[in-house]
């Protein structure tokens, strides 16, 4: 399992938000591409990213830096979401370097688009499920939809997507540790990989991940507590490493 550290722009900052609130936001630096080289140190092998005004305005805005940090660390796959709505964006992130594209709200509200574009873009689409009480939320987090996670995880499966982004929004940000049942839940119900996100604290959260890794989880995305130090970004891989034999 990797431990995938996460930048979430804002205005050209790294931040980090409580429960995808705009206006409850942290500022952990004004260099995104200096943070990027930070955890690459620390030894990351993937690198999350989120363009949170993308994903209000519904296209790219910080769409610049995160060339500038794939640019500037060509050998570390990085997974973007936030604003990208039509297959025209998805060219452009490839183009300029990233790896993988995550798609959320526009996955849920036109799932004809995700078969469409891992046809075009076989291996690097990834879709991004955010749920609340096992229902999903779009529009940043603002509405709930009436579709049920497994289901929609289920019918991306089909459509050839490469991994699938769960996030339990009622703990992101909040440090509340992560929500292993329903990870679990999600994992057993497909084939391709989990990625685990949201409430990740400290090692514990970690060492919990890698006893279900297993079960299909592949990887662990952690923001807030390695910016806050309740959780060592180098040590949480090595953790994992050494859980799966390494």
């Known amino acids: 399992m990797i431990v995938i550290p996460a930048i979430d ?38 690198l999350h990213i989120v363009d949170l005004d993308g994903a209000v305005a519904g296209k790219p805005v910080n769409a610049a830096i995160i060339e500038a940090i794939a640019t ?11 604003g990208i709505r039509d297959s025209e964006t998805i060219q452009a992130y490839l183009d300029a370097g990233v790896s993988y594209v995550i798609l959320g709200t526009k996955a849920v509200n036109a799932p004809h688009f995700v078969s469409d574009v891992c046809t075009e873009y076989a291996g690097h689409i990834i879709v991004g499920l955010d749920a ?10 603002s ?3 009436r579709h049920d996670v497994i289901d929609l995880a289920q019918h991306f499966q089909g459509d050839g997507v490469e991994a699938i982004v769960y996030t339990d929004i009622g703990r992101d940000g909040m440090m509340t540790g992560v929500n292993i049942e329903a990870t679990v839940k999600l994992a057993q119900s497909i084939a391709i990989p989990v990625i685990a996100s949201g409430g990740i ?3 514990k ?3 919990k991940l890698c006893a279900v ?7 662990a995305i952690t923001g807030r507590a390695i910016y806050e130090g309740t ?7 090595k953790l994992a490493d050494k859980e799966a034999g390494h």
């Open 9 to 46: 722009l804002k205005d050209g900052k790294c931040v980090r938000l409580r429960q995808g609130r705009m206006d409850d936001e942290t500022v952990f630096s004004d260099d995104p591409v200096a943070m990027a080289g930070r955890w690459v140190e620390a030894g990351a092998r993937r």
């Open 72 to 82: 500037t660390y060509p050998d570390l796959p990085i997974q973007i979401g936030g």
């Open 132 to 141: 609340k009480d096992g229902k999903v939320a779009i529009d940043g987090w």
């Open 143 to 145: 509405k709930l939809s």
């Open 201 to 203: 604290t400290d090692i």
């Open 205 to 207: 959260d970690i060492k």
């Open 213 to 219: 890794a297993d079960e299909g989880i592949m990887g």
């Open 231 to 237: 959780l060592d970004f180098a040590k949480a891989q």
